[in-house]
């Protein structure tokens, strides 16, 4: 392929997904708290920024966390935890013009006597109608779907107050090739709750007794599932000598801190 017809290729598929992208949502995030039995409905609105009539449909996913804080994707009510059976959209499908926006209702019914998170996410895809010719072997609807934006979906009772979240097993994994030094850590939610987490390192000299505290990691720990998290730290900025280094988690709990301790050299 010639240089020419590869950037020439390059700029037409830049194009194509600036025309997929050309609509916005916000939020991005919606945190329902509804108590069970409740009913509670946030809005999103949509907006079409492209110079053309926008279609755009509405639909909902579960997902599932892997233990490094990746996710797949998974069909409504595939997961234990999912939300979207307690989803409703109105409306679910939007006909937007240039520069018109419009609300949409996201109403979460709580189911009765469960305190359990659960979560999903709610899909605005971008949809251009075919002739029902052109679309049989895509989507029997006549629709071709190519542009989405992702809406994170969570629910967890307003007067959930039993989480429980623990750290243990900080290690180093630091290469020879690596500017920082590297650590994991563990982090067990075994609770029935979303919570969000923040964890950080701090250095303690083991003759001064100096401590440096470094940023905090933020994540969220989902129900009854292990993250694998890993810490930086900077240790060109730390004087020779042994260290105690502690990762401690902080996750809003009425109760004391907790950490995991290990011993490291600087040279």
């Given at each position: 392929m010639s240089k020419q017809l590869f950037f020439s290729l390059v700029m037409v598929l830049a194009s194509l997904y600036t025309m997929a992208q050309s609509f916005e949502v916000a939020p991005i995030k919606l945190n329902f708290t509804a108590n069970p039995g409740e009913t509670q409905t946030k809005m999103i609105s949509v907006k079409n920024h492209g110079n053309q009539k926008a279609s755009l449909v509405l639909s909902l996913k579960d997902y599932l966390v892997y233990k490094d804080g990746d996710r797949k994707i998974l069909s409504p009510g595939a997961s234990k935890n999912s939300i979207a059976e307690w989803i409703t959209l109105n409306p679910s499908y939007l006909e937007l013009n240039p520069n018109q926006a419009q609300s949409v209702e996201v109403t979460l019914q709580a189911p009765n006597d469960d305190f359990t998170s659960k979560w999903g996410i709610l899909n605005v895809t971008s949809a251009k109608e075919q002739t029902s010719l052109a679309a049989d072997k895509e989507l029997s609807a006549g629709l071709n779907l190519y542009g989405r934006i992702s809406v994170e979906l969570?629910?967890?009772p307003r007067n959930q107050t039993s989480t429980r979240v623990q750290i243990s097993n900080l290690r180093e994994l630091t290469q020879s090739a690596d500017s920082?030094?590297?650590?994991?850590?563990?982090?067990?939610?075994?609770?029935?709750?979303?919570?969000?987490?923040?964890?950080?390192?701090?250095?303690?000299?083991?003759?001064?007794l100096k401590e440096k505290k470094y940023e905090p990691v933020e994540i969220t720990a989902y129900p009854?599932?292990?993250?694998?998290?890993?810490?930086?730290?900077?240790?060109?900025?730390?004087?020779?000598?042994?260290?105690?280094?502690?990762?401690?988690?902080?996750?809003?709990?009425?109760?004391?801190?907790?950490?995991?301790?290990?011993?490291?050299?600087?040279?």
């Open positions: 969570s629910y967890t920082l030094r590297k650590f994991n850590v563990n982090i067990d939610n075994l609770g029935n709750t979303m919570t969000k987490c923040e964890i950080y390192l701090i250095a303690s000299h083991m003759k001064t009854q599932s292990t993250r694998n998290v890993e810490l930086t730290l900077p240790a060109h900025k730390l004087k020779p000598g042994n260290y105690s280094l502690s990762a401690i988690l902080d996750y809003g709990s009425s109760q004391a801190l907790e950490g995991t301790q290990i011993t490291i050299e600087v040279e």
